[in-house]
């Protein structure tokens, strides 16, 4: 088997981790980011950590099955709090999680981590706003569709950057994407139908700046 059938939601998520020694996957659900990390030989060890028994469970069946079990240690856990702070760590995935939980996890963290890949399900903008505001510098921000769903995936390392209101909002390379175009259309117009009913108060003014946004990043991206 040279790798696993995955959602190309997954498949991102492997794509931007590069050839490394050890990789940690934070919220592992059933263990297939890293199950596939291992068939494209990407990485020699593994962490694979979750709040739930069950994933765990997956998880620790599926690399048992492929035969990887031996480099891998399977933890359940919250975040990295079970992971030896002395554990050198190549490349730490957070996926499926909101965006404010990534961030909570990284702030408790006190492992060495190269670089980091996150997938925030929600808040996308709070995240990227701590992140460059706290030595961390974003190298790729892909947005993309994937079954029904728009994600934004973030490849992270240590160093200084600076985001404008558009970067911040919508992702450091938002221009000329094809699925950010088609999401923020659609999103205007559930704003600006929504404005047209609404009553005034805070909930208004916040969606007429990202209707404002929104149009600016359009203009940007055709």
């Known amino acids: 088997m040279n790798k696993l059938k995955l959602s190309k939601r997954l498949q991102n998520i492997c794509n931007l981790v590069e050839n490394c020694h050890t990789v940690a996957d934070i919220g592992c659900d059933h263990g297939k980011v890293v199950a596939n990390l291992f068939l494209e030989n990407k990485i020699q060890y593994a ?10 469970e997956k998880t620790r069946q599926l690399l048992t099955e492929l035969g990887y079990i031996d480099q891998c240690s399977i933890l359940v856990g919250d975040g ?3 992971i030896d702070p002395q554990t050198a ?3 730490c995935i957070i996926a499926g999680m909101g965006g404010r939980e990534i961030w909570h996890i990284l702030t408790q ?3 060495s981590i190269t670089s980091w890949v996150l997938q925030p399900m ?3 903008s709070f ?7 706290h030595g961390y510098k974003i190298t790729k921000d892909i947005f993309f569709y994937d079954k029904g769903k728009y994600y934004t995936l973030l490849k992270v390392e240590q160093g200084k950057q600076r985001l404008n209101a558009l970067q911040v909002a919508f992702g450091v390379t938002f221009e000329e994407n094809q699925d950010f175009l088609r999401y923020a259309n659609q999103e205007l117009q559930n704003i600006k ?4 009913s609404a009553t005034t108060g805070k909930s208004k003014k916040d969606l007429k700046k990202r ?12």
């Open 47 to 56: 962490i694979a950590s979750d709040i739930s028994q069950p994933s765990v």
């Open 80 to 82: 990295l709090a079970n």
């Open 89 to 91: 760590i190549d490349c």
């Open 109 to 111: 963290s006190v492992h």
């Open 122 to 124: 929600k808040d996308e």
């Open 127 to 133: 995240l990227r706003k701590q992140l460059v505001s």
């Open 193 to 196: 139908e929504y404005l047209e």
């Open 211 to 222: 209707y404002q946004l929104l149009q600016k990043a359009i203009r940007r991206s055709v």
